[in-house]
Nanobody
Framework: QVHVVESGGGLVQPGGSLRLSCTAS????????MGWYRQAPGEQRELVAQ???????TYADSVKGRFTISRDNAKSTMYLQMNNLKPEDTAVYYC????????????????WGQGTQVTVSS
């Protein structure tokens, strides 16, 4: 059994900052790529940023220069530091992790967190 849990969302004024965390736990052999996605009302879920197990990072153009993704492999945790937040960043943010699980036959699956709401409003 593997669980992925996000935390750190909330309400912030434009120009403010928030830090999201995502922690994976359970029967984990290896955590591969981890990423943050977001979904605004009436919109499709979109990739915000992702980081591979080797440290390669990708950002959506809309967040470059404002958001920073990082991961602590020892803690099985990924972070998203969000600065200079804008109203258009308002969305539910989801953590995604590609995890190789410990089982009779090792296999890799995508796991999603439950989502955390980020609201940017004055």
């Amino acid at each position: 059994q593997v669980h992925v849990v996000e935390s750190g969302g909330g309400l912030v004024q434009p120009g403010g900052s928030l830090r999201l965390s995502c922690t994976a736990s359970g029967s984990i052999s290896k955590i591969n790529t981890m990423g943050w996605y977001r979904q605004a009302p009436g919109e499709q879920r979109e990739l915000v940023a992702q980081v591979t197990s080797g440290g390669k990072i990708t950002y959506a153009d809309s967040v470059k220069g404002r958001f920073t993704i990082s991961r602590d492999n020892a803690k099985s945790t990924m972070y998203l530091q969000m600065n200079n937040l804008k109203p258009e960043d308002t969305a539910v943010y989801y953590c995604n992790a590609s995890i190789t699980v410990v089982a009779l036959v090792y296999a890799t699956y995508d796991f999603w967190g439950q989502g955390t709401q980020v609201t940017v409003s004055s």
